[in-house]
């Protein structure tokens, strides 16, 4: 079955528009477009062209179906009767030693190159390994059967052992355990698995349905749920709440993907006949999920759904997002009664949908942490100086990151002197975390450093602003270790568990110092407890900087006295 076109503005087939896969002859690499990052290639090394096919029918033609008139020159040609006429007539049919030339061969055999993906990472591997070369996962690892309990080094062997002796211990768990106990929700259903990309291109599209298996395996695994956490049942969320937040032109443009086989919102943004339903499930449990825990039904809950929402704004879809699930939250949770909302982001991507949808919104505190590169980085937007409008100038903060590879420390560095201080003065009724875990380390697209340890931090340190009343989305996140083990360090967090280790002195690094400072000095203009931080963290950095001069400093003299010791050896040469 092939495609459909939508004639509208914002949805098309991928056919129709540039697609973000480049297909080449052999191995391809492709950047970035969007979110999605190709690793792989489309076709590497198998080809089956119709340019090889037709040599290799011609060549056949020569050695079985001959025409008639070519056997008396083979006979001449033994004989040693051949004329150069002949030659000239037959072309190169033959050689001249054509028995003693044993290397010549018609038909080279083809050999096929095995390619196979990660199930991990989606990252192609060529050859018969077995072990990923971008993040080591086992060709035939369990992920998707015990989450990141199973060995990233090892084939699904022990799997079977493993799960009886889990199912065992969540049994007895699950016995001990009554309702009243069951204060952290989550929310899941299995109709999100099927919003799929029909057509494969380069590689698996990193936001794929096995993002939840491998979450909802390692909560299995590891008893949380089912066993400690309330399910909640999915609803799918109403054309009237959608209208809230979304532009009706846009609901409908969502709502016409479940006529169609596949269709693209971008080239990275697809849909298929299931993803309107998807969509509508995500939003309706967000929805329910803030309600519940703001009038006291749960202590707090998780949202493990899909398609992700953070980019989604008033009239698009975009960056794998169809509905903004957190914005609907937002609403849900002050028809509850909540009057001020934070929304803390910590998806490595901007979420340029949220910050739109409530850009003049002074009920709503939005802070996002993100992957900026000076607005290099998907999706462009977020700069610190984007503080919201229209009066309501303060509500948004950005903390743009200049380069990747950021870790643990400064995104705790940056709670402890941005986020914490400005929402300690916002005083919050109803607390939301965008969690994408794709600045987790190993994520592919994120390529940041962010640790289960660090996420669990991060959501303790956010736990007590709101009496506990949170509410986790589940966002972005496409290396299935880092996601399955990073939400379930946050799921433990709201069950009640410490974090995991004591915070210490947190050293941020050079990069991440100037980041706070630069967002600090703009921030303060809203935030007056900024003040007398930002006057101390100017100290420190003036301290790294004279460390870099006197670093530096020491380097030059060290090469000037390399120089005086090689001029003197050279001298005594002479």
Known sequence: MGSETIKTGRLANGEAQKSVHKEKRGLSSNGMNGKHENLGSNRA???????????????????????????????????????????????????????????????????????????NCTMVNLGDGVI???????????????????????????????????????????SQLSASNSLTAIGFDERMLLHSEVQMKSHPHP?????LRAIAASLATAGLFPGRCYPISAREITREELQMVHSLEHIQDVELTSHIFSSYFTPDTYANEHSACAARLAAGLCADLASTIFSG?????????????????????????????????????????????????????????????FDQNKSVLYISLHRHEGGKFYPGTGFANEVGRNGAEGSCVNIPWSRGGVGDNDYIFAFQNLVLPIATEFAPDFTIISAGFDAARGDPLGCCDVTPAGYSRMTDMLYTLTGGKL???????????????????????????G??????????????????LEVMKIQMNFWPSLGSSYAKLQSQWGAYC?????????????????????????????
């Open 45 to 119: 090394g198998t080809s089956s062209s119709g340019e090889d096919y037709d040599l290799m029918m011609n060549t056949g033609d020569v050695d079985g179906n001959l025409d008639g008139d070519i056997e008396p020159v083979f006979k001449k040609a033994r004989q040693g009767d051949l004329t150069f006429q002949d030659i000239h007539d037959k072309g190169d049919l033959f050689d001249e030693d054509d028995e003693d030339d044993s290397d010549w061969e018609p038909v080279q055999k083809h050999v096929e190159l095995i390619k196979w993906f990660c199930v």
């Open 132 to 174: 990923c070369d971008l993040c080591g996962e086992h060709k035939d690892s369990g992920i998707l059967r015990l989450g990141y309990f199973a060995s990233p080094s090892s084939q699904d062997a022990g799997c079977s052992e493993l799960e009886s002796e889990m199912k065992g211990k969540n049994k007895e768990m699950h």
């Open 207 to 211: 936001e794929r349905s096995d993002r």
């Open 297 to 357: 039904r749960v202590k707090n809950g998780f949202a493990m759904v899909r398609p992700p929402g953070h980019h989604a704004g008033i009239r698009e879809a975009m960056g794998f997002c169809l509905h903004n699930n957190a914005a609907v939250a937002v609403l849900a949770a002050q028809a509850a009664g909540a009057k001020k909302v934070l929304i803390v982001d910590w998806d490595v991507h901007h979420g340029n949908g949220t910050q739109e949808i």
């Open 471 to 497: 509410l986790v989305i589940l966002e972005g996140g496409y290396n299935l270790r880092s996601i399955s083990s990073s939400a379930t360090s946050v799921i433990k967090v709201l069950l009640g568990e």
């Open 499 to 516: 974090p995991g280790y004591e915070l210490g002195n947190i050293a941020p690094s050079r990069a991440g110092l100037q980041t706070v």
């Open 546 to 574: 004279n460390t870099s001069e006197k670093f530096l400093l020491a380097i030059f003299q060290f090469i000037q006295f390399l120089m005086v010791q090689s001029y003197n050896a050279l001298l005594s040469t002479f």
